[in-house]
């Protein structure tokens, strides 16, 4: 009966722990894995964790110098406006972190006004 219940027991231990929503947030310039947070979910703080967007999707400072297309002409960097107006600069496509709005390729017209500018 020991040996039955320590079995059970383990297995839903295993099985919480496979199957449990894991979460990530944003901090400064990336996501982060954190636990789950009533009150940070509830300020929608929280998202469900993705693994590329923990690996990928950083906020970068590009200059001229920065590598925005790869060869076959495909754009390394994404672009969306935060709260205050100001253009800011992603790795990845996604979602702005703060404003939630879908972030825009980087074109050759956006790099020569805003970035590459004298």
């Given at each position: 009966?020991?040996?039955?219940?320590?079995?059970?027991?383990?297995?839903?231990?295993?099985?919480?722990?496979?199957?449990?929503?894991?979460?990530?947030?944003?901090?400064?310039?990336?996501?982060?894995?954190?636990?789950?947070?009533?009150?940070?979910?509830?300020?929608?703080?929280?998202?469900?964790?993705?693994?590329?967007?923990?690996?990928?999707?950083?906020?970068?400072?590009?200059?001229?110098?920065?590598?925005?297309?790869?060869?076959?002409?495909?754009?390394?960097?994404?672009?969306?406006?935060?709260?205050?107006?100001?253009?800011?600069?992603?790795?990845?496509?996604?979602?702005?972190?703060?404003?939630?709005?879908?972030l825009k390729p980087i074109t050759r017209y956006m790099i020569d006004k805003y970035i590459c500018h004298e």
């Amino acid at each position: 009966m020991i040996i039955i219940s320590a079995v059970v027991i383990s297995g839903i231990f295993i099985y919480n722990y496979s199957t449990r929503q894991s979460w990530m947030m944003w901090q400064e310039d990336h996501y982060i894995e954190v636990d789950f947070d009533t009150e940070k979910y509830n300020m929608n703080q929280l998202k469900r964790y993705k693994e590329e967007r923990i690996n990928l999707f950083e906020k970068v400072s590009p200059t001229c110098d920065t590598k925005f297309f790869n060869d076959d002409e495909s754009v390394n960097i994404w672009y969306g406006k935060n709260r205050n107006k100001e253009l800011e600069y992603f790795t990845a496509l996604g979602l702005h972190p703060e404003t939630g709005k879908t972030l825009k390729p980087i074109t050759r017209y956006m790099i020569d006004k805003y970035i590459c500018h004298e």
